[in-house]
């Protein structure tokens, strides 16, 4: 790109680098406690989509589904999540 002075005479050049930024998030299973198989955690990157994975498992319990809550007082089955940046 050309640097244009008030007479329109050429008076020097600029070079310019456009960089794409990717974000990265890290996606990980809490099971509220120390006891059980968690999943392993999941780096996304930009575009990128979630993989599936394996129920966790505890014994004694029966997987009924992830919760952003603790409590698990949100139900979340049946229902998309796509996060929108």
Known sequence: MNIIDSSNRIV???ESTVVAIE???ILYFDLNSNNGITPNNQVIR???L???????IRE??????WNTEADGSVDYSGILIKQQC
């Open 23 to 25: 974000r990265v998030h």
């Open 60 to 65: 004694g319990y029966t997987f009924s589904g």
């Open 50 to 56: 979630a993989r599936v994975v394996d129920n966790p």
């Open 12 to 14: 020097g050049s600029v």
């Open 46 to 48: 930009t575009r990128d």
